[in-house]
T-cell receptor, first 115, second 112 residues
Framework: DVKVTQSSRYLVKRTGEKVFLECVQD?????MFWYRQDPGLGLRLIYF???????EKGDIPEGYSVSREKKERFSLILESASTNQTSMYLC??????????????FGPGTRLTVT | KNQVEQSPQSLIILEGKNCTLQ??????????LRWYKQDTGRGPVSLTI?????NTKSNGRYTATLDADTKQSSLHITASQLSDSASYIC???????????FGKGTSLLVTP
C-alpha cells in the first residue's frame, strides 16, 4: 500500500515564525503536491513537484515556498506565518509524469494554527 | 468559477438507507473522474476512478456512474453505515496536466 506521511498532525505557531511542513512518500512516486483545505473552499493546490529539485506553482503559491531535495520528501515552507495561513495542509503523491491519468494518494493532513 | 459542482452540500440520512450524491463538471477535455472519501480530520481516500469510456464502477457499497455526454457523475451509497459519515469529494482531471479540479464536497452524516 502507498503510504504518505506528514510530520505533524497538529501544529501551533506564532505570527511571523518560519514553519516547515514535511511530507514523505514510500512508493517512489515522481509527483508530489501540497494543498490547503478550508471550509467552503475545498482543496486548493499550493505547489507541486514532478521531479527532484523541480517545482511548479499551483493556484495559491503566495506566502509559501517548497523544497524537494530527495524524491521521497517534499517540504512546504511558510517563510513568515500569518493568521490567514491557518488551515489544514494536505500532501499527496502520484506516479508517472502525467498525473492526470493516475490517482493521487493523500497524507493524513497537518492542521496548522497561526496565532 | 468552479468547474466541478457537487450537490447537495450536506446530507443527513438514517442508517441503512441509500443515498446518491451528484457531481456536475464543465472541465474539458476530460481525462478521468474520481470520487474520494474524507473522514473528519483525515486525508482523502480514493473510492473510484473512471475514464471517459466507463460509465459505472463499484467499490463495495459504493457505485459511481458517469455520463460524459452530459458531464455528470453520481455516487450511490447502498445500505448506509455510520462509518459512511464523511465528506465525499468529486475530482476531475485534464489530460497532460498535473493539476486536478476539485469539487467542494458533500458532507454526509449517517445517524442511528
Amino acid at each position: 500500500d502507498v503510504k504518505v506521511t506528514q510530520s505533524s498532525r497538529y501544529l501551533v505557531k506564532r505570527t511571523g515564525e518560519k514553519v516547515f511542513l514535511e511530507c514523505v512518500q514510500d512508493m517512489d512516486h515522481e509527483n508530489m503536491f501540497w494543498y490547503r483545505q478550508d471550509p467552503g473552499l475545498g482543496l486548493r493546490l499550493i505547489y507541486f513537484s514532478y521531479d527532484v529539485k523541480m517545482k511548479e506553482k499551483g493556484d495559491i503559491p503566495e506566502g509559501y515556498s517548497v523544497s524537494r531535495e530527495k524524491k521521497e520528501r517534499f517540504s512546504l515552507i511558510l517563510e513568515s506565518a500569518s493568521t490567514n495561513q491557518t488551515s489544514m495542509y494536505l500532501c499527496a503523491s502520484s506516479s508517472l509524469r502525467l498525473a492526470g491519468g493516475y490517482e493521487q494518494y493523500f497524507g493524513p493532513g497537518t492542521r496548522l494554527t497561526v496565532t | 468559477k468552479n468547474q466541478v459542482e457537487q450537490s447537495p452540500q450536506s446530507l443527513i440520512i438514517l442508517e441503512g438507507k441509500n443515498c446518491t450524491l451528484q457531481c456536475n463538471y464543465t472541465v474539458s477535455p476530460f481525462s478521468n473522474l474520481r470520487w474520494y472519501k474524507q473522514d473528519t480530520g483525515r486525508g482523502p481516500v480514493s473510492l473510484t476512478i473512471m475514464t471517459f469510456s466507463e460509465n459505472t464502477k463499484s467499490n463495495g457499497r459504493y457505485t459511481a456512474t458517469l455520463d460524459a455526454d452530459t458531464k455528470q457523475s453520481s455516487l450511490h451509497i447502498t445500505a448506509s453505515q455510520l462509518s459512511d459519515s464523511a465528506s465525499y469529494i468529486c475530482v476531475v482531471s485534464v489530460p497532460l496536466r498535473y493539476a486536478l479540479n476539485f469539487g467542494k464536497g458533500t458532507s454526509l452524516l449517517v445517524t442511528p
